[in-house]
């Protein structure tokens, strides 16, 4: 049995509980994921490479692309747009691959808006009080732009009933192994299978 296409797992978590390095992982450990790719006015930075890191737009190439409909989701971030190419996510999707997003609860509920057949899941800290030492130990914000992480945090939580899965990050190894085995239980989804080859 084949899946018809690949699944989008949409990855979300307030700051400082270790989505990225959670992500790290899990790429590093799976077969047929593949990690989306944003697009951005930004300029590159030193060793970053078009259609790598990013896929590098001008400011008039992203407003026609908003125009047409080509973003998952978007957002302007310090003066600069981001924004999820909707024919990269399909691409891949449509080779088989299972493709990785991972983003804000902003963008996860503008994606659901558009793709609500996405594995939706939410990474967080084992408590509040964890997630205030992350912060605090990563020591590149001041109290206030701390206790605004926090805050926030506080805001993300209350999103929790639009997705479909709770990820605890209390441990990195324990964690990736959470998500691996939300993704191949969602790849077993009957409706997810190509039928015709189903006994």
């Known amino acids: ?39 951005t006015t930004r300029q590159p930075r030193p060793g970053e490479l078009a259609g790598r890191e990013y896929f590098f737009y001008s400011p008039e190439k992203f407003a026609e692309a908003l125009k047409q409909n080509a973003f998952l989701e978007w957002a302007e971030v310090f003066g600069n747009y981001y924004g999820t190419p909707r024919a990269y996510v399909e691409k891949v999707l449509a080779q088989g691959q299972d ?76 964690a990736v192994k959470k998500l691996q085995a939300i993704i191949i239980a969602e790849r077993c989804r009957l409706s997810r299978l190509d039928r015709k080859e189903v006994f």
């Open 99 to 174: 493709c990785l997003l991972e983003i804000d609860v902003q963008g996860a509920l503008q994606v659901k808006a558009q793709w609500p057949e996405g594995i939706f899941v939410f990474l967080v800290p084992p408590s509040q009080e964890e997630l205030k030492k992350r912060i605090t130990l990563r020591a590149t914000e001041n109290e206030v732009e701390r206790q605004k992480r926090l805050n926030q945090a506080q805001i993300e939580l209350s999103y929790l009933s639009e997705y479909d899965y709770l990820v605890v990050n209390d441990d990195l190894a324990a």
């Open 1 to 39: 049995m084949r899946l018809t296409k690949g699944n989008l797992i949409i990855l979300s978590g307030p700051s400082g509980v270790g989505k990225s390095t959670v992500c790290r992982a899990l790429l590093a450990q799976s077969n047929n994921l593949v990690l989306s790719i944003s697009a």
